[in-house]
Nanobody, 123 residues
Framework: QVQLVESGGGLVQAGDSLRLSCTAS????????MGWFRQAPGKEREFVAA????????VYADSVKGRCTISRDNAKNTVYLQMNSLKPEDTAVYYCAAGRTAIATIARDFGSWGQGTQVTVSS
C-alpha cells in the first residue's frame, strides 16, 4: 500500500478553477492506477476520474467530463485533478485513491485512500 496526501482544496466561486494534488509515499507509484472520488454531505462516494499507470489512459465521470483533467507525474509521485468551470454541485470532499488495477472506476478496486480535501463552490 501507499500513503496518500491530498492538497489544493478550498472555497471558490462558481466558474472558478482549482487544481487538486495527491502525493504518494514510496518508490512504486508508477505501478498504481490512480483515481479521484468525491463525497458530498448525505451522499454516497462517487467516482470522478482515473488514470492508468503511465498516464496514457484516462476516464471521467459524465458529471465532470469536459471540465476536469486528471494527470500524473510519476517522477514526483503525484497525481493531479484540474477542475474548471466549477459548479455548486461539485462541492464535496475529494479523495485520492491508488489501486493495482491499471484503470478502475469502482471504489473497491482501490486499496489505498487519502484523508480527503474539501472543495466548496459557492453560487
Amino acid at each position: 500500500q501507499v500513503q496518500l496526501v491530498e492538497s489544493g482544496g478550498g472555497l471558490v466561486q462558481a466558474g472558478d478553477s482549482l487544481r487538486l494534488s495527491c502525493t504518494a509515499s514510496g518508490r512504486t507509484f508508477s505501478s498504481y492506477g490512480m483515481g479521484w472520488f468525491r463525497q458530498a454531505p448525505g451522499k454516497e462516494r462517487e467516482f470522478v476520474a482515473a488514470i492508468s499507470f503511465s498516464g496514457g489512459r484516462t476516464v471521467y465521470a459524465d458529471s465532470v467530463k469536459g471540465r476536469c483533467t486528471i494527470s500524473r507525474d510519476n517522477a514526483k509521485n503525484t497525481v493531479y485533478l484540474q477542475m474548471n468551470s466549477l459548479k455548486p454541485e461539485d462541492t464535496a470532499v475529494y479523495y485520492c485513491a491508488a489501486g493495482r488495477t491499471a484503470i478502475a472506476t469502482i471504489a473497491r478496486d482501490f486499496g489505498s485512500w487519502g484523508q480527503g480535501t474539501q472543495v466548496t463552490v459557492s453560487s
